[in-house]
């Protein structure tokens, strides 16, 4: 059986500067703090809580790799975890304008993730159950990235 992607929600995450950590053995470290924004789906809606981050790091090849955890905060009050793992990467040329700042259209270059959410028990913990995959898009001082659930 082949399996369908639903959407689940879009976040609009807001970023902070990023924090240069230097090398380490896997490649040029960064750390990117989270500093709030939005999340909104037919399901649920609510905030991305400030606090989080995402931990990067670029490959010798030119993948920056990424591992962000975060938390959501649903309308009704319910904390949701996430911990997103995944990759961006893309023409020389195209990565070298994402890193200026400057607009880029996120069909030029690759950026999917492999998110876990958890919930606590109550009315989502049906997150707890699923599978999902994500894509992004990268902004100067944002991303946005677009939750599908694996049906």
Not at 30 to 42: C, D, K, M
Not at 89 to 105: S, W, Y
Not at 126 to 151: I, K, Q, T
């Amino acid at each position: 059986m082949k399996p369908g992607l639903e959407l689940l929600f879009e976040v609009r995450a807001t970023l902070a500067a990023p924090i240069l950590v230097g090398e380490v053995p896997e490649g040029a470290r960064r750390v990117v703090p989270i500093s709030g924004g939005t999340f909104a789906g037919l399901r649920l809606r609510g905030t991305v809580l400030a606090g989080g981050a995402d931990w990067q790091y670029l490959r010798a090849d030119g993948v920056m790799m990424v591992e962000a955890q975060y938390l959501l905060r649903t309308d009704d009050g319910v904390i949701i975890q996430v911990n997103n793992r995944g990759m961006r990467h893309g023409p020389q040329e195209v990565m070298q304008r994402l890193g200026a700042g400057a607009p880029v259209d996120p069909a030029e270059y690759y950026f999917r993730a492999t998110p876990r959410l958890s919930a606590p028990a109550g009315r989502y913990e049906w997150l707890n159950r699923r599978v999902f995959l994500c894509s992004g898009a990268r902004a100067a001082d944002a991303v946005v990235l677009w939750f599908y659930e694996v049906l």
